[in-house]
């Protein structure tokens, strides 16, 4: 079967860095997303990797291993406006979004 | 640019009612998506529209979850009867259909509430 890993939750400080993981087992592999989603908001796109490696836009990046099936999302300097869940989704061979469940973030002062 | 519109934003019912949700997605946007979420999971897809056939509608309830997508622009989909485990937010998304990103944009979602 297809499979999304992304930890349930996660705390951080403001200012800090954090870093949210991501494995997948998945039929084909076209691109992995990341959202971010806003308690009672819909997903809005943060990142999209299709090649191995590091995707930089601002204070976020993201990373991908089509190797290992793994990929990360880094936020830097943390601020209280990037509580919210954060959600993987890989597109597999039938270019179809398989998510994960997400990962709630809490910024703590 | 105008984004994908949902109506209405929330609904109660009783269970074993009937309720219809509508989506107007991007303009120009070929794929439309319709997603369930329920609270702490991601989003489950429903049924998908290239323009207005059905690409996949593998994880629809079809004896009593429907849609359509007439004239392949806005979409409604419809819950009849509802249930208790439909309580959940309905999200649709348009994407341009083509291109190596083709990525999806949600609209606000509608909350359904089944007593």
């Known amino acids: 079967g297809q499979n999304i890993d992304q930890p349930t939750e996660m705390t951080a400080t403001e200012g800090a860095i954090v870093q949210i993981n991501c494995t997948y087992q998945t039929s084909g592999f076209n691109g992995l997303f990341w959202y971010q989603q806003h308690a009672g908001e819909a997903p809005t796109f943060l990142s999209y990797?299709?090649l191995d490696g590091l995707e930089e836009k601002g204070r976020f990046s993201s990373f991908l291993s089509r190797s290992k099936g793994y990929s990360y999302l880094l936020l830097k300097e943390l601020q209280m406006k990037d509580s919210a869940s954060y959600l993987c989704a890989v597109m597999d061979s039938n270019y179809q979004l398989i998510w994960g469940a997400g990962t709630k973030l809490i910024i703590k002062p | 640019e105008a984004g994908v519109a949902q109506s209405p934003r929330y609904k109660i019912i009783e269970k074993r009612q009937s309720v219809a949700f509508w989506c107007n997605p991007i303009?120009?946007?070929?794929?439309l998506y319709w997603y369930q979420q329920i609270l702490g999971q991601g989003p489950k897809l429903l049924i998908q529209f290239q323009n207005n056939g059905v690409v996949d509608d593998s994880q629809l309830p079809k004896d009593r979850f429907s849609a359509e997508r007439l004239k392949g622009v806005d979409s409604t989909l419809k819950i009849q009867p509802a249930k208790l485990e439909d309580s959940a937010v309905y999200l649709c998304a348009s994407s341009p259909g083509s291109g190596d990103l083709n990525e999806q944009f949600f609209g606000p979602g509608t909350r359904l509430t089944v007593l």
């Open positions: 303009s120009g946007h070929a794929t």
């Open positions: 990797n299709v």
